[in-house]
């Protein structure tokens, strides 16, 4: 494995055409010091976990002495904002150093978030709180481990610095690595700003670096657009499935990979409330969980519109149109393997939307009831009473617990086998806000460990992990509504 001072780092981006950034240093904390790393993220640089406890770790990744090869760049863009279309936006808080290129082939962005101000950071400050970078890094990971498209975090650097939010908060780096940053707004920015030369050498890069199959293809706009509308689908199917509000699903926050991308006031569902809104800053409840769906369709209509130099509306509606049944697709797959089918029938659809009426109205916590129906008996004579016990209308859970123990039946399915399998899909561990909120307390009093602990046990949220027993625990009534808002 390398040392850090053996990574090789390229830039681009930063080598597109002018207009699509500014090329900036990045302004370092004074007395930058590591809050937490990830070694499978160390690892995607080919850099061993014990380089991160080096000094020259934090001054490179810190921005304070930058490795050869790193050009930090602030990359432009503008967006959808709670449906309002903002011409201008921005790396505003964040510099892209370079892309590593890594022993697998891969190429990685890595970008510093908290770097400083920027071209693009209207009023703000340029910095980050150690409260949100603490967040996006453990659910960044978190993500990684329950097998869901997103950004990865490499580690949390922390600065005495005082950083003003609504009160005096801790200033704290980020350091997020992604195949790219490259957004539904991007596109947008050279769309709107009339830069269609600018939109059509985006969509070259993006295609010659993530859609090489694309790139000589027949109408390789219009494929490209369908395949972002496949993989947005995807992922909104699976933040749908395991319970995740991502929060802020502006079309600047969407990934043109389909990654999860910008955790700011994410929630994941404990109570499982349809309607469930984790922003505190969202008043009408645009991004709550229940709307994911519409507004992803939403965001890429936005995104379709603004590629309309390069393919026809036809092409655009044509692959638009398979947005919902694609998600419906993913979405019941997904669904069918929390409750352990292998088959596909006519009657799936009703047996989970019952099932979610009754969760809905009980209230039941979400992943708790999923990890336990992993555990149910169907043997006829069987209570299951630890199930029965999640809901108020208990017979109502027995009528439902009779037609699935009836579909388990018609495809043959055996307990144990089943719960092997559902035990793989249905996560014991989630990075539930109260969670987040102990680790970021203790690490505002310079106690790293519970960060460090969390990340480890979130990477691998499917397996028992008795030790660690309470962190499958609904919240405690401090932390059933903490407020989360955009202000990070
Ligand atoms: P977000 O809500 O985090 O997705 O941010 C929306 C926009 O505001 C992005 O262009 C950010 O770069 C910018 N931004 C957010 N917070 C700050 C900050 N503290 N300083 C400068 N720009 C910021
Ligand atoms: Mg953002």
Redesign the pocket.
């Known amino acids: 494995m390398p040392m850090l001072e053996q990574l090789r780092f390229d830039n681009t981006y930063a080598r597109l055409p002018a207009g699509f950034g500014v090329a900036l240093r990045p302004t370092p904390f004074p007395d930058a010091h590591l809050v937490s790393a990830s070694p499978s993220a160390l690892r995607l640089l080919d850099l061993e976990p014990s380089e991160a406890a080096r000094p020259e770790f934090v001054q490179a990744f810190g921005g304070a002495r930058p490795l050869p090869g790193m050009e930090p760049f602030a990359m432009v863009?503008a967006?959808h904002?709670f449906g309002v279309y903002?011409p201008r936006?921005?790396?505003?808080?964040?510099l892209l150093l370079g892309e590593v290129l890594n022993s697998a082939g891969e190429r990685w962005d890595v970008q510093l978030k908290?770097s400083g101000?920027?071209p693009?950071?209207?009023?703000?400050?340029?910095?980050?709180v150690l409260r949100s970078a603490i967040r996006e890094y453990l659910c960044s990971e978190a993500m990684h481990g329950l097998g869901i498209p997103t950004t990865r975090a490499l580690c949390v650097l922390g600065g005495g610095e005082p950083?003003y939010r609504e009160e005096v908060e801790t200033g704290a780096m980020l350091v997020r690595l992604s195949p790219s940053h490259v957004r539904f707004g991007t596109f947008e920015y050279f769309h709107y700003s009339e830069q269609h030369a600018h939109v059509k050498a985006l969509a070259d890069y993006v295609l010659g670096r993530h859609f090489p199959h694309l790139v000589d293809a027949p109408e390789k706009y219009a494929r490209f657009y369908a395949e972002v509308v496949e993989r947005t689908a995807r992922l909104i199917a699976q933040w749908q499935a395991v319970g995740f509000a991502h929060g802020?699903m502006?079309t600047?926050?969407m990934s043109i990979l389909g990654l999860t991308l910008?955790y700011?006031p994410f929630g994941f569902l404990d109570d499982f409330d349809p309607g469930f809104v984790c922003n505190h800053s969202d008043e009408r409840g645009r991004y709550a969980f229940d709307q994911q769906p519409r507004i992803a369709m939403w965001n890429l209509a936005c995104l379709g519109e603004a590629l309309l130099t390069l393919l026809s509306e036809d092409e655009a509606r044509a692959a638009l149109g398979t947005f919902q049944p694609t998600f419906a697709t993913h979405f019941l797959a997904r669904l069918r393997e929390k409750l352990g089918l292998r088959e596909t029938r006519e009657e799936d659809r009703n047996l989970i939307e019952s099932l979610f009426a009754r969760m809905a109205q009980a209230p039941v916590d979400y992943t708790r009831f999923f990890r336990a129906l992993g555990r149910f008996d169907s043997s006829p004579e069987a209570r299951n009473e630890a199930l029965r016990d999640h809901f108020v209308d208990r017979e109502g859970f027995d009528t439902w617990a009779a037609d699935y123990r009836r579909r388990l039946a018609a495809e043959g399915s055996q307990d144990a086998e089943r719960r092997a399998r559902m035990d793989r899909v249905n996560p014991k561990y989630v990075l539930r806000n109260y969670l987040a909120q102990t680790a970021i307390e203790r690490a505002q009093a310079g106690d790293f460990r519970e960060v460090n602990r969390l990340r480890a046990l979130l990477e691998d949220p499917f397996s028992e992990h008795p030790e660690h027993n309470a962190s499958a625990e609904p919240p405690p009534t401090w932390g059933r509504h903490l407020v989360v808002s955009?202000?990070?």
């Open positions: 863009y967006g904002q903002v936006l921005g790396d505003g808080r964040a908290g101000p920027t693009y950071s209207r009023m703000g400050d340029g910095r980050a950083v802020v502006n600047d926050n910008d700011g955009c202000s990070s």
